[in-house]
């Protein structure tokens, strides 16, 4: 049964141990599992012609919502399989399937957008809504794109999908606020660190002001990222190291976003600084990465760039779409870290509007955030990963933990 997303239905059952919350997140059972061959009845395997091992699990229930043109598939209802053969003497099979699938997927969507409206329901279903925005089909085995599909397609054909999430993090007094105040707009010291010093030389006091530059009196076309200018500071915004023997203490928070109400999935909950899908136009994770956050939290790009580093990969396989419906998904969570200077805050993207605000946090009331059912669950399994991997979680916390956010996929 699908879990309603919603943060009520969460905090119902909480408290929630780590290995609870994997195991809300990662619900497709181990092929040793006595439900595995019960389960995977429901699904037909998804196939691509010329290669040898399929890419996905398409659950019966979407298998009716498209007309699987006979030119491009080939549906055996009795194998439970659904082949796309257009890559068969084609000099172009990257463009001919994406041409196919395209077709097909814009196909199923006004079908299901018809039905929707005979029955009197809006977007219920994967397919309702058009993304417009393209996806890679990775070959399982080997990552290599085969096609370019649009998201409303993703959840419905069970593929790999890949998603990038960033863990800003700071060291700040004991008295910093928890809130982050966004009241003045300046020109950050973080900007001037991305073209002429570094976080170092922040943390010995070096490139710092005790004054700011009003946003009005800079040359925005000469600024080293782009033309937006959307971080604040506090004055003499420098860093101060916990080993620093000559300061005062600093403690380790994480900057953790609220999600906005109007999400349909887990509205208001607390999230990773900035995530996003891996789409096609992305060079690379880091490339995707350093777009959301510029996106989601106007981040400045060169900034991140230099600092941001990976931390890890997470490979799930769900039993349900983003929206709730039964379905499979192979999430890869790629997982990124970045140290904010102390006083720098980031901000909601202009027009995005998927951030509602942040709250500075220690690691201690994180790990009761998460305890407590306030964190989106797949975003709680991704500061798992980042607090594994500094040490920070005990040895009960932390049982168990590594292996299963490393589960391979097996797709039969």
């Known amino acids: 049964m699908a879990l309603l997303k919603t943060r009520a239905k969460l905090a119902e059952n909480a ?14 059972p181990y092929p040793s599992s006595p439900s595995y061959n019960t389960h995977l009845a429901k699904y037909y395997t998804f196939f691509v012609d010329a290669y040898a091992e399929p890419f996905g699990y398409i659950h019966d229930n979407f298998v009716s919502d498209l007309p699987w043109p006979t030119e ?27 041409k196919a699938m395209r077709e097909t997927l814009w196909l199923g969507h006004l079908h299901v957008a018809a039905e929707n409206r005979k029955a009197g329901v809006i977007g219920r279903r994967s397919l309702y809504r058009w993304c417009n925005e393209s996806f890679p089909l990775l070959y399982p085995p080997t990552g290599e794109p085969v096609l370019e599909l649009d998201g409303c397609g993703v959840d419905m ?17 004991p008295t910093t606020p928890k809130i ?3 009241s003045t707009t300046s020109l950050s010291t973080l900007e001037r660190a991305t073209s002429s010093t570094s976080i170092a030389s922040l943390a010995s006091g070096a490139g710092t002001s005790t004054a700011t530059t009003p946003l009005s009196d800079v040359d925005i076309s000469k600024l080293v990222f782009n033309s937006t200018v959307s971080l604040t500071h506090t004055a003499n915004c420098a860093i101060t190291r916990p080993d620093d023997e000559a ?5 380790l928070r994480v900057y953790l976003s609220r999600r906005a109400k109007w999400k349909s999935a887990w509205p208001s909950l607390l999230d990773c600084t900035a995530a996003g899908g891996l789409s096609s136009s992305d060079l690379s994770p880091l ?15 060169p900034f991140l760039r ?35 200077p102390e006083g720098v805050v980031p901000r909601p993207g202009e027009g995005d509007g998927e951030v509602a605000g942040w709250e500075l946090v220690t690691v201690p009331e994180m790990k009761e955030r998460m305890r407590m059912g306030e964190v989106k669950p797949a975003s709680g399994l991704v500061l798992m990963r980042w607090m594994l991997g500094r040490g920070l979680l005990t040895d009960e916390e932390g049982k168990g933990v590594g292996e299963r956010l490393g589960r391979e996929w097996v797709v039969e």
């Open 180 to 182: 982050p105040s966004s």
């Open 72 to 98: 491009y598939w080939l549906v055996d209802h009795d194998a439970k399989t659904i082949t796309l053969k257009v890559a068969q003497g084609s000099t172009d099979g990257f463009g001919a399937r994406t």
């Open 306 to 340: 230099s600092h941001a580093k990976p931390i890890g990969e997470n490979r799930l396989m769900l039993t349900e779409t983003e929206i709730g419906e039964e379905g499979c998904q192979m999430q890869l969570q790629h997982c990124f870290e970045v140290e904010l």
């Open 157 to 173: 054909l069970g593929i790999i999908n890949e998603s990038v999430f960033l863990v800003a993090y700071t060291y700040c007094s």
């Open 287 to 301: 490339e995707g990465m350093i777009r959301e956050a510029h996106e989601e939290v106007r981040l400045p790009s």
């Open 15 to 28: 408290p929630y141990t780590n290995l609870d919350l994997i195991n809300m997140v990662d619900t497709w």
């Open 247 to 251: 300061s005062e203490e600093k403690e």
